[in-house]
């Protein structure tokens, strides 16, 4: 069946549709009508215009290409299993939620509270501007060339790869497990606190407090700029290019960088650590 070239705007418009393709609609107008997808299956959606609440729940196997959700068209993806969206603009708050499987390629996201509780994520050449609480709970991902800006960025995850992405993101990681982060820029104050095995490789940390309260953390030819009062309480093998402003008690581990401004080491730790701190070569 194919759906094209019209506009719909009444209630639940193509409810439970099945082996369909919506081409070229517009999602629109005076009733202001809700969940004009939903319990949709083996879905094709392409250009189409997206201007109203909760379009696309409980969808299985869908493709959705070259549209665009407005910030009215809230809530788009709920409950859904088998999803892949590219080459459109996703404008709505809370976009993607307890979904299965999904993939995002070439898409531009300003949707805050975006992606949680999702199971699979595979996100490719994207760019999510604006959001708080990106990637909440998510569990097993790989994203690559991702740039994001926003706060609050993938709290309580496991399981995930990432490459090649540019964040600009405030107290990101924070209780977040089974990370590896290769070739990337990331940009925030207080990273990864309270983390579990995390893993950045050839990457560049920005920003105050970084790396506090973590277990099992690893940075492998990274390096780091304005980070100071970094690894407090934190279980770390760090190998940083260049300088850390300072390294403020931590715990265990090896930390070797070849210029460390100033070691604190204060009454919490007993003025001492079971962590070497070596500096340029030397061990401090």
């Known amino acids: 069946m194919i759906y094209e070239n019209q506009t719909y705007d009444e209630e ?8 369909a393709e919506i081409k070229n609609c517009r999602f629109t107008g005076p009733a202001d009508g809700e969940s004009f997808l939903k319990e949709t299956q083996r879905i094709n959606v392409s250009g189409c215009f997206m201007d109203l609440r909760y379009p696309l729940w409980h969808v299985t196997d869908g493709k959705i290409s070259n549209c665009e959700m407005t ?3 809230r809530a788009a993806l709920w409950y859904d299993k088998n999803i892949e969206i590219k080459d459109t603009k996703m404008m709505g708050i809370k976009a993607l939620r307890e979904c299965e499987n999904v993939t995002l390629r070439n898409v531009t996201v300003d949707s805050p509270e975006f992606i949680w509780k999702v199971r699979g994520i595979n996100v490719e050449d994207s760019e999510i501007l604006g959001s ?12 690559r060339n991702l740039k994001m800006k926003g706060k ?16 600009d993101t405030k107290d990101a990681f924070w209780h977040s497990k089974n990370f590896e982060i290769r070739d990337s820029v990331i940009k925030g104050e207080y990273l990864a606190w309270y983390s579990e095995n995390l893993t950045f490789i050839n990457c560049k940390i920005i920003g105050t407090q970084p790396f506090c309260y973590c277990k099992n953390l690893k940075l492998i030819n990274c390096t780091m700029e304005g980070c100071d009062l970094a690894f407090e309480k934190s279980e770390v093998c760090a190998e940083i290019k260049g300088k850390i402003d300072s390294v403020k008690n931590p715990i265990s581990g090896e930390i070797s ?19 070497k701190i070596i500096e340029n070569g030397v061990l401090r």
């Open 12 to 19: 639940r418009a193509l409810y439970g549709i099945h082996d």
């Open 152 to 167: 609050y960025s993938f709290q309580y995850c496991s399981d995930f790869e990432l490459s090649d992405c540019n964040f």
């Open 257 to 275: 960088a070849e210029e460390i401004g100033e070691i604190i080491l204060d009454e919490s730790v007993g003025g001492k650590t079971d962590c």
């Open 71 to 73: 910030v009215n068209c």
């Open 132 to 143: 708080e609480y990106p990637f909440f709970e998510v569990q097993k991902g790989k994203i």
